[in-house]
């Protein structure tokens, strides 16, 4: 499956499973997609049918509410079944409405911000203690930046060199009530990540080969990536609307959401 | 007792591959022997706790015992949500391990004083509380940690506490470590190092033939081990070093409501007063209420408070 048809597909059961369960963060989930798409498809080592596999790499989503991108992702290469997607937001799904360590093939429950990277610093550090080759992708939100926790962990992985530690940082510029820079602006992020030690590359989000070209490559020392990208991708009257981070789609929007997708060039 | 801690942690570490020294910029002249040994699994994280508990969570995540050690207020208030969240929630073998229980940091003042850590805590579900109160106490702690490595919180004093346990001792969840035993079912129950004062109170006429026991391992988890443990007697004297508010007076009230149990009871922890002013640890406690003076005054008036 190419990277885009798998974007696709994230974006389809993204939309299906928020309508199921009239739940929220779509937009965010939207925004997303194509860096899971890429991350899933082409750069990580992911054994599908395998996930605990000890050499897989760890992915971890630090934007919790953002966790039907993931199940879908999850969903769309097999490690887990369509019946298991239906689950979302279920009484006692392990599909919660925050990404759940309790399913197949997630790393770590999030949902509070800032705690990705910590965790993910730790998964690193322990790969570089044991000399283990396997990566650590951590992907946060923009807004998430504002957590000082996140800037504790950036200070200790450029200490400790932590070169098998990438951060994906989601940077769309709407967070829960307006956009970032009328909330607590990051101003220029990638000098400031930069200024910490790690290298930087920043990217359009939703080009797959510049994703794909970005995340693989490795770096001397922690790797950010910080994502331009827009939220609610992939079906207009989603875009860049804040409305989209609280409410799900009727049904003539779904149908209407699923067919913008599936015909986009 | 910090010194017994990281000397039974050298000894662990020397063949379990996977224990980890975490600290975060504190431990000065206590935990250099492991990082001297074992310079690859001391990581001293900075003075960042959310940081240091969120990365010892990912860390166990991987198979590591992580041992975190700190002066007691900041590897718990200030990480809490780490706490909660990230060890406690996902169930991860993260030993956070404190110094300075109760008022042992005196001259430094209320940020240094852990008045309300076994508040917090406690109400981790996952969690096992950790409350030696001598060196034997913490090496048999630690030999119970390492066997079974789980979220856990233990509760150091500082340093030169008196040693009431004979060597060998390990424990049992919820169960009482009776070090001296009485003949009129009835005993002083305390936790950390308040040793010394269970027994002064012990010489008192108010309380003699007491049993002095110390808890130095409760949770949760360990209510209906620890009601069992009450049917015993038919009074108890609780004393901590810590507010009486949610601490270990508090649980041992709600094991006594929830289990139906029958016994009088009195309880005496830290007073507001202890954290009105600033002086040494001792001059501290008396103005807590925690001395023979006080407990046994009040005791007799039926008072059980001194806030």
């Not at chain 1, 779509?26 to 997609?33: E, K, P, T, Y």
């Not at chain 1, 790393?107 to 910590?118: K, M, Q, V």
């Not at chain 2, 992580?66 to 718990?76: C, E, G, H, K, R």
Request: aromatic share 10%; proline share 3%.
């Amino acid at each position: 499956m190419t990277s885009q048809k798998l974007a696709a597909l994230i974006r389809v059961k993204s939309l299906e499973m928020v309508y199921r369960a009239r739940a929220s963060h779509i937009g965010s989930a939207l925004s997303i997609a194509d860096i899971l798409a890429v991350l899933y498809g082409e750069v990580m080592n992911f054994p599908a049918m395998d996930p605990e596999a000890d050499t897989r790499d760890r992915f971890i989503l630090s934007k919790g509410h953002a966790c039907v991108a993931n199940y879908a992702a999850l969903g769309a290469i097999g490690t887990l079944n369509e019946e298991e997607l239906k689950t979302y937001g279920e009484d006692f799904s392990p599909l919660m409405n925050h990404i759940s360590h309790k399913v197949s093939g997630v790393e770590f429950s999030t949902g509070s911000l800032g705690h990705g990277l910590p965790f993910g610093v730790g998964k690193a550090l322990s790969a570089q203690l044991s000399k283990q080759s396997w990566r650590t992708f951590v992907l946060v939100g923009d807004g998430e930046m504002q957590e000082g926790s996140n800037w504790e962990a950036l200070m200790f992985a450029a200490h400790h060199n932590l070169n098998n530690l990438c951060l994906i940082i989601d940077y769309n510029n709407l967070q829960s009530l307006t956009t970032v820079e009328d909330t607590l602006s990051l101003m220029s992020l990638d000098d400031k990540v930069r200024a910490f030690g790690w290298e930087v590359r920043v990217v359009d989000g939703h080009d797959h080969r510049q994703l794909h070209k970005a995340l693989l490559e490795r770096s001397e020392g922690p790797l950010c990536v910080i994502c331009k990208t827009v939220k609610g991708k992939g079906v207009s009257f989603m875009e860049n609307q804040v409305s989209w981070h609280y409410s799900p789609p009727n049904t003539e929007q779904l149908e209407s959401a699923i067919e913008e997708i599936l015909n986009a060039k | 007792m910090r010194n017994e801690f990281i000397n039974s942690l050298c000894i662990a570490a020397k063949t379990n591959e996977k224990i980890v020294l975490v600290v975060g910029d504190l431990g000065y002249s206590v935990v250099e022997p492991f990082a001297e040994e074992f310079p690859d699994r001391f990581i001293n994280s900075g003075i960042a706790e959310q940081n240091m508990m969120g990365l010892a969570a990912g860390l166990a995540s991987e198979g590591y015992h992580v041992f975190v050690y700190s002066i007691a207020n900041f590897p718990t208030f200030r990480c809490a949500e780490q706490i909660r969240n990230d060890v406690d929630y996902h169930k991860l073998d993260v030993t956070i391990v404190t110094v300075g229980g109760g008022v042992a940091y005196g001259n430094l003042g209320y940020s240094h004083h852990a008045v309300q850590d076994l508040a917090l805590m406690r109400t981790m579900p996952n969690m096992r509380i950790f409350t030696p109160t001598d060196a034997e106490e913490v090496a048999g702690c630690m030999a119970y940690l390492v066997k079974n490595p789980q979220p856990s919180y233990l509760r150091l004093g500082k340093a030169g506490e008196a040693v009431k346990n004979k060597s060998g001792f390990y424990p049992i969840p919820g169960k009482l470590n009776e070090l001296k035993v009485g003949n009129v079912n009835k005993a002083i129950i305390f936790i950390g190092r308040l040793n010394e004062l269970a027994f002064n109170l012990g010489s008192e006429p108010a309380f003699k033939n007491f049993s002095i026991c110390s808890l130095p391992c409760w949770s949760m988890q360990d209510k209906q081990v620890f009601a069992n443990e009450l049917k015993r007697y038919n009074e108890v004297l609780v004393i901590e070093d810590h507010f009486k508010d949610a601490g270990l007076c508090s649980w041992v009230q709600e094991v006594k409501s929830e289990y139906l149990l029958d016994f009088k009871a009195s309880y005496y922890g830290l007073g507001f007063d202890s954290i009105r002013q600033v002086a040494s640890e001792a001059t501290l406690m008396q103005k807590g209420g925690l001395c023979v003076k006080n407990i046994t005054t009040n005791y007799l008036r039926g008072i059980d408070s001194f806030a």
